[in-house]
């Protein structure tokens, strides 16, 4: 994952989102685009808006990319990327 804080691996984003003392009231994905480049691989990118709060601040709405790629026959997040909206 690619965020404000820098590139994390899965271990570390698990571990980062475990201790942070988050308040989540909803959360909506909106603004849908995915492209395919084959049949094993596709990028979505959206836009997350939370109502929330983490470490007492607001959530801000991001903008994200994810690309997944099919493995024997599964779809698996391969990487993920999030820039706050403005």
Known sequence: MVGEQGVGAKKDVVKMMASMPCDVKSFTLSDWK???????????????????????QPIPPTWASSLWVKRKGTWQAAFHQETPAK
């Open 34 to 56: 995915m492209t395919k480049f084959d049949a094993d691989a596709a990028l979505l990118t959206y836009k997350g808006v939370a109502v929330g709060t983490c470490g007492g």
